[in-house]
């Protein structure tokens, strides 16, 4: 299954049991619409952490009854982001949403050492766009935590993404490992780490997938540039994930599809036991709700991490 939109994802996430789910710092408008409209569909149940008498203020102004709900009082983005965590620790929710906290003390929460989060493999963020005009979303990593992850890293960060495009029902994964230029060389040694990276993925990935690298983005996702070019590719110019070199590509490369292109871009943050949304603030509520839909259709399955 390759969804072509963030409409598809959400019919699926309509097509399963709704997801329990914390939000940290849950005292925001923006995010309320979003749960708000996340629970009008059914997908999700959801536990709010903050402060009890803000959440309950702006519930008023978008006409959400929250009263049905659990509400966990937090004040401090660290009691908020911990509290929010020891709930999916604890297996009483199954997915977390980042609300009114920043990234640093929602992640540090999760990752806490009383808590049973962490899977031993590295954070990073999955982004997922949905394009006009594209065929099928185009899913990038990682453009958003890892600054500099080494060779290893990069490893990580790639079965990662695999194991969460898998999980929600993307049958063997097509990867590129984006590079500027598809011939190998040490004089360009991102191109020589991204043929590296390809040859031991595919050899140590449990899933099925198809990986290549380097490939430049136009032979990545455009059939016509291949054929242009007189060039072969497992791929075929229709690649599922894009593997970025660097955070600069990567949030590059998202702002340009979101401002240029005006895509709508969804977030999910992998490597922790249950699915983490981290959405920005700026993001609109479509993003927000596409970003809870993504978490409930992985969440389903949570005897594997993502």
């Given at each position: 299954m390759?969804y072509?939109n963030f409409?598809?994802?959400?019919?699926e996430a309509?097509a399963?049991?709704?997801?329990?789910m914390?939000?940290a710092?849950?005292h925001d408008?923006d995010?309320?619409?979003?749960?708000k409209?996340?629970f009008e569909?059914?997908?999700?149940?959801?536990?709010?952490?903050?402060d009890?008498q803000r959440?309950?203020?702006?519930?008023k102004?978008?006409?959400?009854?929250?009263e049905?709900?659990p509400?966990y009082?937090?004040?401090?983005?660290?009691e908020n982001?911990?509290?929010?965590?020891k709930?999916?620790?604890?297996?009483?929710?199954?997915?977390?949403?980042k609300?009114?906290?920043?990234?640093t003390?929602?992640?540090?929460?999760?990752?806490?050492?009383?808590?049973?989060l962490?899977?031993g493999?590295l954070?990073?963020?999955?982004?997922?766009?949905?394009i006009?005009?594209?065929?099928?979303?185009?899913?990038m990593?990682?453009?958003g935590i890892?600054?500099?992850?080494?060779?290893?890293?990069k490893?990580?960060?790639?079965l990662?993404?695999v194991e969460?495009?898998?999980?929600?029902?993307?049958d063997?994964?097509?990867?590129?490992?984006?590079?500027?230029?598809?011939?190998?060389s040490?004089?360009?040694?991102?191109?020589v780490?991204?043929?590296?990276?390809?040859?031991?993925?595919k050899?140590?990935?449990s899933?099925p997938?198809?990986i290549?690298?380097p490939?430049?983005?136009?032979?990545?996702?455009s059939?016509e540039s291949?054929?242009?070019?007189?060039l072969?590719?497992?791929?075929?110019?229709?690649?599922?994930?894009?593997?970025?070199?660097?955070?600069e590509?990567?949030?590059?490369l998202?702002?340009?599809?979101t401002?240029f292109?005006r895509?709508?871009?969804a977030g999910?943050?992998?490597?922790?036991?249950v699915?983490?949304?981290?959405?920005?603030?700026?993001?609109?509520?479509?993003?927000?709700?596409a970003s809870?839909?993504?978490?409930?259709?992985?969440?389903?399955?949570?005897?594997?991490s993502?």
């Open positions: 390759r072509r409409k598809e994802v959400i019919a309509q399963r049991r709704p997801v329990k914390s939000i710092a849950a408008l995010v309320l619409v979003a749960v409209a996340a569909l059914g997908i999700i149940e959801p536990c709010l952490v903050g009890p959440i309950f203020e702006l519930a102004e978008v006409d959400f009854s929250v049905e709900f509400v009082p937090a004040y401090s983005e660290k982001a911990y509290i929010a965590a709930l999916a620790s604890d297996g009483h929710v199954q997915a977390i949403m609300g009114f906290v920043n990234s003390p929602f992640l540090k929460g999760v990752l806490d050492k009383d808590l049973h962490k899977t493999r954070i990073s963020h999955l982004s997922v766009f949905d006009p005009g594209s065929e099928q979303l185009i899913y990593t990682d453009g890892n600054i500099a992850p080494d060779f290893q890293g490893k990580q960060i790639i990662n993404g969460f495009l898998t999980r929600i029902g993307v063997q994964p097509r990867v590129a490992i984006l590079a500027a230029n598809e011939r190998v040490e004089k360009m040694p991102v191109t780490e991204a043929d590296e990276l390809a040859i031991l993925v050899k140590e990935s899933q997938l198809l290549e690298g490939l430049p983005l136009d032979l990545a996702i059939r291949l054929l242009h070019k007189g072969d590719s497992e791929l075929h110019g229709m690649a599922d994930l894009l593997i970025v070199p660097t955070i590509a990567g949030n590059f998202g702002k340009a599809i401002y292109a895509g709508t871009m999910i943050v992998l490597g922790a036991r699915p983490l949304i981290l959405n920005s603030r700026s993001d609109s509520a479509e993003a927000k709700l809870i839909a993504l978490a409930v259709v992985a969440a389903s399955n949570t005897s594997v993502v």
